[in-house]
DNA sequence: GATTCATTAAACACTG
DNA sequence: TCAGTGTTTAATGAAT
C-alpha cells in the first residue's frame, strides 16, 4: 500500500533483507526465556526471589526434619524397634491406629503449603520443630506400647493355635486386641489434645500430630461463607464443649484422622461409636438443621453426592447418608476443630485480600468520580498507578459514570474488566463519546488494576491482550535497548509476554508482518544483523500532538521528572501523557524493561508541546486555565498508560502510532487536578 | 448505511 | 526445494 510515504525502508524490504533470518531460530526455538534483548521482567525476578526464600526455608525445615528423624531412630534403636519401623507399620490389623503411627512428621508437601498458606515466621517454625519433636517422642512411646501389644496378642494368638483352643478364646483375644486398640486410641488421643492446647498457643493451622492430614484439602475445599458458618457453630459448639472435651470417644477421633488421611470410605465403615460421642450428637444436629430446614437437601457440605468437608470427598449416595456420614466422620472433636481452624485462616487471609481490594476500588471509584473541582483527589502514588491502570476495572465499577463507554460491550471472559481501552480519568470527566479500538472479542478484560499483575496475567493466561497488534509489534520494539527489532525476536517477545501467542502462530505472525508493512509507524532498517524493524518516531509524533494537547504543565512536569527518573516507566508515562497525569515516579520505578520507552516519551511530549503551543484543536479554548493546563485529549484509550508500558508496557496502540488517526476524534476534557 | 480500522487469510516475491 | 521474510490484497467484523 502507501508505505513508502513516510519512511524510506519500507519500499522494498526484500531487496534489502539479508541475514535476519539470523535472529529467528532464536525464536521458533521457543526460547520463550531467551530474551536475550530484554531480559526477564522485574516481576519475574520478584517472584523467583520470593520462591528461592521460600523454597531456602523449606530446606531448612526439611534439615531440621531430618534431624528428628534421625533422633527419633536412633531412639528407637536403642528402645527395642527396628529403625524402620516408622516408615512401615507394624500393625496390620489395625489400619486406623497404623494411621496414626506413623511419624508425625510433616511431609515437604505440607511444609510448602504451609509456608505458602501461613506464611509462618521463623520462631513459630521453630516452636512447630519443637512441637513435633516432642510429638514424635510421645508417638514414639505409643508405638512401642503398641508394638508390645501387638506382640503379646500375636505370642497369644500363636499359643492359642497351637493349643487348638476354641473359637470363644478367639473372641476374647480379638476383645482383647479391641481393648488394647482403644487404650492406645485413648492414649491418642491424649495426644490430640496436647496438640490441640499447643495449636490454641498460637500455631493453629499446623497439626503436628495429625502429619497425614491433608492440609491443602482442607484449605480448598470449602467457600469462605461456609466456612464462617461452620467455624461459627463450630466454635461455639466447642467452647462449650471444652469443659467435656476429654470425653471424646477415642474412637471417633481415630476415625476422624483416618478419614482425613485416607478419604471417605474406610472411616465411615470405622465409626461404630458415632453414636457414643455425646457431644457429637448434640452439635451436629444442631448444625444441621440449621442449614437443612431453610434448604432441604441442600448443605453446604454435600453436593453432588459427595462430602463437601474439607479433605473428606466421601461419597453419600442420599442426603441421609451425607448426614449420618456428617455426623459420624465430621464430629465435633478435635480435627474438625483443627480443620475449621485452618479454614477460618484461608478464609481470614482471603477477606482480609478482599478488604484490600475492596479498598483499592474504593478509593479508584472515589477518585474516578472526583468532580474537576476537587482536585488531588488521589495524589498518591499509589491511588495514581491505580487510576491510570484501571480505568478498565473503575468503569465497571461505576459505570454510570462512565457515559461514553456504553459502547464497549461486556467481556465474556473475565466480569472483572471490560476492556482495555474504556476509560481514563480523563475521560471520567467527560461525556464526549470515547471510541474503542479493539472489538469486544479481544477486549479481553485486564481485571487488575496493576500492571505488573496484567504482565503475569497475560504471560500465564492464554488470553487474547485487548492490545492491537500494532501496538503490540511498537511496544515489543520500544522496550528492546536498542529499540529495534529483528522480526524473530518481536515473535519471541509475543511468545514470551503473552501465552496466547503461544499458540496458532502461523497466524499472528502473520498478522504481525502484516502490521509491520502496513503501518508507517514501523520502519525497516537494514543492520549489521540483518534487518530489524524500529518505531520511526517522526511519523509517530506527527499524530502524537493531537492526542496530548493541552496540558502544557503536564507536559513540562512529565518531562522534568523525567530527566530524573529515567527508569521511570515509560509506559506510565506515555499513559499519564495521555491521560494528563502528573508523573509519580513511584508507580513507574521498578520497571526497567520500560525505561527505554523514556526518550520515546519524552518526544512524544516535546512534539505535543509543540503542537499544544503552535495549534491543537483538542484543547478548548474557551476553558479556565485549570481546565486548560488538564489534559485535552480524552483518548479514548485510557488504557494507553497502562498498556503503554505497563507491565506488559502495551503501549495503546493507537494512541502511539501515526496510523492511529481516528484517535484524535476523541475529546476531552477531563480536567486533571493531579497535573498541577 | 457509510466509513474506518483491526484482524485474518491468502497469494506472491525474494532470500539464504 | 524449503523456510523465513516482506508486501499486498481481500474479506470480515466491530466501532463510530
Known amino acids: 500500500m502507501m508505505q513508502e510515504s513516510g519512511t524510506e525502508t519500507k519500499s522494498n524490504g526484500s531487496a534489502i533483507q539479508n541475514g535476519s533470518s539470523g535472529g529467528n531460530h532464536l525464536l521458533q526455538c521457543g526460547s520463550l526465556r531467551e530474551g536475550r534483548s530484554n531480559g526477564e521482567t522485574p516481576a519475574a525476578d520478584a517472584g523467583a526471589a520470593e520462591l528461592v526464600h521460600v523454597q531456602q526455608q523449606q530446606q531448612a525445615l526439611q534439615v531440621a526434619r531430618q534431624l528428628l528423624l534421625q533422633q527419633q531412630q536412633q531412639q528407637q534403636v536403642s528402645g527395642l524397634k527396628s529403625p524402620k519401623r516408622n516408615d512401615k507399620q507394624p500393625a496390620l490389623q489395625v489400619p486406623v491406629s497404623v494411621a496414626m503411627m506413623t511419624p508425625q512428621v510433616i511431609t515437604p508437601q505440607q511444609m510448602q503449603q504451609i509456608l505458602q498458606q501461613q506464611v509462618l515466621s521463623p520462631q513459630q517454625l521453630q516452636v512447630l520443630l519443637q512441637q513435633q519433636q516432642a510429638l514424635m517422642l510421645q508417638q514414639q512411646q505409643l508405638q512401642e506400647f503398641y508394638k508390645k501389644q501387638q506382640e503379646q496378642l500375636q505370642l497369644q494368638l500363636l499359643q492359642q493355635q497351637h493349643a487348638g483352643k476354641q473359637p470363644k478364646e478367639q473372641q476374647q483375644v480379638a476383645t482383647q486386641q479391641l481393648a488394647f486398640q482403644q487404650q492406645l486410641l485413648q492414649m491418642q488421643q491424649l495426644q490430640q489434645q496436647h496438640l490441640l492446647s499447643l495449636q490454641r498457643q498460637g500455631l493453629l493451622t499446623i497439626q503436628p500430630g495429625q502429619p497425614a492430614l491433608p492440609l491443602q484439602p482442607l484449605a480448598q475445599g470449602m467457600i469462605p461463607t461456609e466456612l464462617q458458618q461452620l467455624w461459627k457453630e463450630v466454635t461455639s459448639a466447642h467452647s462449650a464443649e471444652e469443659t467435656t472435651g476429654s470425653n471424646h470417644s477415642s474412637l471417633d477421633l481415630t476415625t476422624t484422622c483416618v478419614s482425613s488421611s485416607a478419604p471417605s470410605k474406610t472411616s465411615l465403615i470405622m465409626n461404630p461409636h458415632a453414636s457414643t460421642n455425646g457431644q457429637l450428637s448434640v452439635h451436629t444436629p444442631k448444625r ?25 470427598e466421601a461419597v453419600c449416595e442420599d442426603f441421609q447418608s451425607f448426614l449420618k456420614h456428617l455426623n459420624s466422620e465430621h464430629a465435633l472433636d478435635d480435627r474438625s476443630t483443627a480443620q475449621c481452624r485452618v479454614q477460618m485462616q484461608v478464609v481470614q487471609q482471603l477477606e482480609l485480600q478482599l478488604a484490600k481490594d475492596k479498598e483499592r476500588l474504593q478509593a479508584m471509584m472515589t477518585h474516578l468520580h472526583v468532580k474537576s473541582t476537587e482536585p488531588k483527589a488521589a495524589p498518591q502514588p499509589l ?16 459505570p454510570q459514570s462512565l457515559p461514553h463507554t456504553p459502547t464497549t460491550p461486556t467481556a465474556p471472559i473475565t466480569p472483572v474488566t471490560q476492556g482495555p481501552s474504556v476509560i481514563t480519568t480523563t475521560s471520567m470527566h467527560t461525556v464526549g463519546p470515547i471510541r474503542r479500538r479493539y472489538s469486544d472479542k479481544y477486549n479481553v478484560p485486564i481485571s487488575s488494576a496493576d500492571i505488573a499483575q496484567n504482565q503475569e496475567f497475560y504471560k500465564n493466561a492464554e ?12 511496544q515489543a520494539i520500544l522496550e528492546s535497548p536498542e529499540k529495534q527489532l529483528t522480526l524473530n525476536e518481536i515473535y519471541n517477545w509475543f511468545t514470551r509476554m503473552f501465552a496466547y501467542f503461544r499458540r496458532n502462530a502461523a497466524t499472528w505472525k502473520n498478522a504481525v508482518r502484516h502490521n509491520l508493512s502496513l503501518h ?87 512534539g505535543a508541546m509543540e503542537h499544544t503551543n503552535s495549534n491543537e484543536s483538542d484543547s478548548s479554548p474557551g476553558r479556565s486555565p485549570l481546565q486548560a493546563v488538564h489534559p485535552v485529549h480524552v483518548k479514548e484509550e485510557p488504557l494507553d498508560p497502562e498498556e503503554a508500558e505497563g507491565p506488559l508496557s502495551l503501549v495503546t496502540t493507537a494512541n502511539h502510532s501515526p496510523d492511529f488517526d481516528h484517535d484524535r476524534d476523541y475529546e476531552d476534557e477531563p480536567v486533571n487536578e493531579d497535573m498541577e
Open 463 to 474: 488470553v487474547r491482550p485487548p492490545f492491537t497488534y500494532a501496538s503490540l509489534i511498537r
Open 288 to 312: 444441621e438443621s440449621l442449614s437443612h430446614e431453610e434448604h432441604p437437601h441442600s448443605h453446604p457440605l454435600y453436593g453432588h453426592g459427595v462430602c463437601k468437608w474439607p479433605g473428606c
Open 520 to 606: 508507517k509507524c514501523f520502519v525497516r532498517v537494514e543492520n549489521v544483523k540483518g534487518a530489524v524493524w524500529t518505531v520511526d518516531e517522526v511519523e509517530f509524533q506527527k499524530r502524537r500532538p493531537q492526542k496530548i494537547s493541552g496540558n502544557p504543565s503536564l507536559i513540562k512536569n512529565m518531562q522534568t521528572s523525567h530527566a530524573y527518573c529515567t527508569p521511570l516507566n515509560a509506559a506510565l508515562q506515555a499513559s499519564m501523557a495521555e491521560n494528563s497525569i502528573p508523573l509519580y515516579t513511584t508507580a513507574s520505578m521498578g520497571n526497567p524493561t520500560l525505561g527505554n520507552l523514556a526518550s520515546a516519551i519524552r518526544e512524544e511530549l516535546n
Open 383 to 398: 491511588n495514581l498507578v491505580s487510576s491510570v491502570t484501571l480505568s478498565k476495572s473503575a468503569s465497571e465499577a461505576s
